[in-house]
């Protein structure tokens, strides 16, 4: 079936590092990829998403490239802030019967000032 | 306009016991999933209800179910709870039923705690 796999965390990154969380996923067909953020005390909020192949989705200076060819939706940023600090989650959604969303288990955060 | 309002934002039961929550959708949203976020586990999806029925299930004990009003709004059950039941409980809310190509919005969660 389906899955996701991300790197697990925790992640410790100093303020204005660069920031990669890698996410790949197997699916039977041609899902749909999310990135959700998860800050302290609140639900999972959309990040960004990619609907196809080579797409980039991109918001709050993070971004994520569909990569057909090795199943990845790495999440990037190139400056990261104290604020950024929450639990990431990457997720698909495949186009059929069963679409509903797949989460990994989350990578934990942590930037220090 | 409103979010997804989820009530409880705090529960706690005893072994046993049975827990109701709920979850208001966005106003014009049909579908409501639930989904379970437990540390060792993460995000597992519970169920998926769109103008009242049940669209889609995860792989849970018939101890827990839904049901899903005409006005959208979606309540969660689990019965005879187990410490194991413990865990923040999410619900998203989309257009749609799935999430396709739109984003599910999600609520705070209800945190439930079983002692």
């Known amino acids: 079936g389906n899955s996701v796999t991300q790197m697990e965390g925790p992640v410790t990154l100093s303020e204005e590092a660069f920031l990669t969380i890698n996410c790949t996923y197997t699916a039977t067909g041609y899902p749909s990829l999310f990135w959700y953020v998860q800050y302290p005390g609140e639900g999972l909020q959309l990040l960004l998403k990619?609907?196809?192949?080579?797409d980039k989705g991109s918001n709050k200076g993070f971004e994520a490239t569909y990569r057909k060819e090795t199943t990845s939706f790495h999440l990037e940023k190139g400056s990261v802030q104290v604020s950024d600090s929450a639990v990431y989650f990457c997720?698909?959604?495949?186009?059929?019967?069963?679409?509903?969303?797949?989460f990994g288990k989350g990578t934990r955060l942590h930037i220090l000032p | 306009k409103a979010g997804v309002t989820q009530t409880p934002r705090y529960l706690i039961k005893t072994r046993g016991q049975q827990v109701t929550l709920s979850c208001s959708p966005i106003?014009?949203?049909?579908?409501v999933s639930w989904y379970q976020q437990t540390p060792g586990q993460g995000l597992q999806f519970l169920f998926e209800y769109f103008s009242e029925t049940q669209r889609n299930k995860g792989n849970f004990p018939g101890r827990f179910s839904g049901r899903q009003f005409s006005n959208s709004r979606s309540e969660m059950n689990v019965s005879t709870l187990e410490l194991g039941d413990s865990a923040l409980y999410l619900c998203?809310?989309?257009?749609?039923?799935?999430?396709?190509?739109?984003?599910?919005?999600f609520g705070q969660g209800t945190r439930l705690t079983v002692v």
């Open positions: 106003s014009g949203h049909r579908s």
């Open positions: 997720a698909l959604s495949e186009r059929n019967r069963d679409d509903k969303i797949i």
């Open positions: 998203a809310s989309s257009s749609v039923p799935g999430p396709l190509n739109t984003e599910a919005f």
């Open positions: 990619a609907t196809k192949a080579d």
